[in-house]
C-alpha cells in the first residue's frame, strides 16, 4: 500500500552507507525493559500464577514461529538455538524457584521471575565450563522475552525481518547486523552510531544504505510508516510527499549513471597517470564476500576481520570450524594473498559465545580487546593461528595482529605463533612456512614506536578508525562528537607521514585498512603521503580505482606536501577535496 503523501518530515543524519531506499519502517527496539515491583493481594495469587504460565506459553509459541520463519536464512548450527531457548522454558528448577520465590514473598510475578533469571544467568556466566556458560546467554534472551509478554510488550529481534523493510533502532550491535538478512533489509536507520562504528561496516559491506546519528527518529516513527532513506546525504524522510519521490527518483537515477561511470573502470588497471600501479585490496568480514572480492577485481584482501566468525553465533567456533572458513576464503581467491587479521572482539564488538572472556568494562575501548584477550587466553588464540596455519596450506596468507601498542605483545604473540607451528608439525598438518606476519598501527604507541615494532614484523596495515579514534581521543561510535573526528587534523597527518617513514626506512610496506582508504577523497592523499597499499569495502573500490586513474602520483605527492605545511583542519580539507573534485569532475 502506498503512503499518504501527508505530514513530510525531513530529518538529517549522518550518510554512513551510500544508496537511496524507499520502504516500511521495522522499528526495532531494544531498549533495557522497566519491570514494576508491587505486592500481589493473597485473593489474586492463584490468577497470578496463571498469568505467569500464559506468558511461558505464549513465549515458547512466539520462538516456534521465529525458528519456522528464520531457519531458511540460519545454518542448522544456528538455528539450534532456538531449540537451546525452547529448553529453558522447560526448565523446571527456573519455573519452581519463580512460584516458589512468589509464594513466599507475594511479589509480582515479573519482579520474582526476573530475580531468579539472574541469578540463574550470574550462576552460569560464572561457570568454568564453555557450554554451561553459553546457557548465560540463552536464559538472557528467553528471560527478556517472557518479560515482555508479561508486560504486555512486543519484542522483536532482527532475525524477525523477513519482508523488505527498512530497520531503524536506536543503535545496532555488530552481532545483531551480522545477522541480518540482506535480502530483506532495504536501508539501516540508526538514533546513535557513526560512520567507523563495526554496524555500519557491515551495512556498507553487505551493500545496504544506512544512515546513522538521526538521533530520536524511533520515537517519531512506528511500524509500517513509510521512509525515504537517502544514503549519499544522510538524510531521512518520514512519509515522503508525491513531489519527494519524484525528485529522489530522479537522483537516484543520477546516482546510478555516476556508479555506472565508476564501474567503467572496473576490469582497468588501478595505475595512475604518471604509470604508477597501486594495490588496492579489500576487506572482508564473511567467507561469502569472496564473489565480491572477484566481482571488484581487488588485488585480494587487505583485512580479513575474523571476529565475524565469533560475532554471529552463541558459540566460540571450534579450530576446525574456523580452519573452514579460512581455507574457503583463501583458496576461493588463491594465488591472490588474504590478510587474515587475527580476533579483534572487545570494544564495540562484545563476544555473545563467551561474554565472561571480556566480562562488564567501564572503558570497552580502552579495555581486554583484541590482542590483549588473545595474550589473556593463549588456548583459544593459539586455535585460531592453528587454524589460519592450516589455511595458508591452500593459497597465500598473511596474518595480521590488531591492537598492538608495542614490542612486548608483538613478541608474545609471535611465540604463541611459533608454538602454534609446533603444534602443527607434531599434528603432520601442514601449513606455508613463509607466511609473512604484520602489525596493525591503529594506537599511537605503535606509530610513535614504529621503528622498534617494524624490526620484528613483515608489513604495517595502519587501522585508521582507531588510530585517528585514540589519537583525538573521540568514540569512534558517538555520533554526538563525530564532526571532532576528523582525519584532516594536522595530528593525524603527521602520524600517518611518521607511520610511513618508519615502516619505509625498514622496508616494509605499509597499508592502510581503515575507512579512510576507501574514501576517495582522502585517497591522493596516502598515496602522496606514500601508502603503498589501500584496502577497502569492495564496493568502494570502483570509485577508488576511477580517481586513482585520474590522478598523478606526482600531484598527490604536492598534495601531501601542502596538507603537512596547514595548520588549519578546515583548510587542509578544502585542499584535499578541491583535488579530488578536479579530478573527479564532479558536482
Ligand atoms: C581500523 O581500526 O581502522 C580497522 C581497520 O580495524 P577495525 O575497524 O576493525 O577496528
Ligand atoms: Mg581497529
Known amino acids: 500500500m502506498e503512503p499518504s503523501a501527508q505530514n513530510e518530515l525531513v530529518i538529517q543524519g549522518s550518510a554512513a552507507s551510500k544508496g537511496i531506499a524507499y520502504g516500511q519502517v521495522f522499528l526495532y527496539l531494544q531498549s533495557e525493559l522497566e519491570i514494576p515491583r508491587y505486592t500481589v493481594d493473597p485473593d489474586k495469587r492463584v490468577a497470578e500464577i496463571a498469568r505467569f504460565e500464559h506468558a511461558l506459553v505464549v513465549t515458547r509459541q512466539q520462538i516456534s514461529q521465529i525458528q519456522a520463519q528464520v531457519t531458511k536464512n540460519l545454518s542448522e548450527e544456528e538455528a539450534l538455538i532456538f531449540d537451546a531457548h525452547q529448553m529453558v522454558l522447560e526448565d523446571q528448577a527456573l519455573i519452581g524457584e519463580t512460584i516458589r520465590d512468589f509464594q513466599k514473598s507475594g511479589l509480582n510475578i515479573e519482579t520474582c521471575f526476573n530475580t531468579v533469571a539472574q541469578r540463574y544467568i ?9 557450554y554451561l556458560r553459553e546457557r548465560a546467554a540463552d536464559i538472557k534472551d528467553v528471560a527478556k522475552r517472557v518479560l515482555h509478554v508479561l508486560l504486555g510488550q512486543t519484542a522483536n529481534s532482527l532475525t524477525e525481518l523477513v519482508e523488505q523493510r527498512i530497520i531503524v533502532a536506536h543503535d545496532i550491535s555488530p552481532s545483531e547486523a551480522a545477522g541480518i538478512d540482506r535480502s530483506a533489509a532495504l536501508a539501516i536507520v540508526t538514533d546513535a552510531g557513526s560512520r567507523t562504528s563495526h554496524a555500519v561496516i557491515v551495512a556498507r559491506s553487505m551493500k545496504i544504505p544506512a544512515v546513522v546519528g538521526v538521533r ?86 587487505g583485512l580479513y576481520r575474523t571476529e565475524f566468525l565469533f560475532l554471529s553465533t552463541n558459540h566460540l567456533p571450534t579450530e576446525d570450524q574456523q580452519y573452514a572458513a579460512y581455507r574457503e576464503i583463501v583458496a576461493g581467491l588463491a594465488p591472490a594473498t588474504v590478510t587474515i587479521r587475527t580476533l579483534d572482539v572487545g570494544g564495540d564488538k562484545p563476544l555473545p559465545g563467551d561474554p565472561h572472556l571480556i566480562g562488564p568494562e567501564a572503558n570497552p575501548f580502552m579495555g581486554l580487546r583484541a590482542i590483549r584477550m588473545c595474550l589473556e587466553n593463549p588456548a583459544l588464540f593459539k586455535a585460531q593461528l592453528r587454524a589460519i596455519l592450516r589455511a595458508s596450506a591452500h593459497g597465500k596468507v598473511d596474518l595480521m595482529y590488531p591492537m598492538i601498542s608495542g614490542t612486548e605483545e608483538l613478541d608474545r604473540a609471535n611465540a604463541l605463533l611459533d608454538e602454534a607451528r609446533a603444534e602443527l608439525k607434531e599434528r603432520n598438518q601442514p601449513f606455508d612456512a613463509t607466511m609473512r606476519t604484520g602489525t596493525m598501527i591503529e594506537i599511537p604507541s605503535a606509530a610513535i614506536a614504529g621503528d622498534l615494532l617494524a624490526e620484528k614484523c613483515d608489513f604495517f596495515s595502519i587501522g585508521t578508525n582507531d588510530l585517528i579514534q585514540y589519537l583525538l581521543a573521540i568514540d569512534r561510535g558517538n555520533n554526538r562528537i563525530a564532526h571532532l573526528y576528523d582525519p584532516s587534523h594536522p595530528a593525524v597527518i603527521r602520524v600517518l607521514k611518521q607511520i610511513v617513514d618508519l615502516g619505509h626506512a625498514a622496508k616494509l610496506k605499509v597499508s592502510v585498512c581503515g575507512e579512510m582508504a576507501g574514501d576517495p577523497v582522502f585517497v591522493p592523499l596516502l598515496l602522496g603521503l606514500g601508502v603503498d597499499e589501500l584496502s577497502m569495502t569492495p564496493t568502494l573500490l570502483p570509485a577508488v580505482k576511477f580517481l586513482v586513474r585520474a590522478m598523478k602520483l606526482s600531484d598527490a605527492r604536492k598534495l601531501a606536501k601542502d596538507a603537512l605545511a596547514q595548520t588549519d583542519p578546515k583548510k587542509t580539507f578544502a585542499l584535499i577535496e578541491a583535488f579530488y573534485n578536479e579530478r573527479m569532475k564532479v558536482e
Open 216 to 301: 530520536d527518529l524511533t520515537t517519531k516513527v512506528k511500524n509500517g510508516d513509510w521512509l525515504m532513506v537517502d544514503g549519499y546525504d544522510g538524510v531521512v524522510i518520514v512519509n515522503p510527499t508525491e513531489q519527494t519521490l519524484f525528485r529522489y527518483g530522479k537522483i537516484q537515477k543520477a546516482k546510478k549513471s555516476f556508479e555506472s561511470r565508476l564501474m567503467t573502470v572496473n576490469e582497468l588497471a588501478a595505475e595512475t597517470l604518471d604509470g604508477v600501479k597501486i594495490t588496492l585490496r579489500a576487506n572482508i568480514e564473511k567467507p561469502d564476500e569472496v564473489a565480491l572480492v572477484k566481482q571488484y577485481r581487488a588485488d585480494g584482501v
Open 122 to 130: 550470574q550462576a552460569f556466566a560464572e561457570i568454568d565450563d564453555e
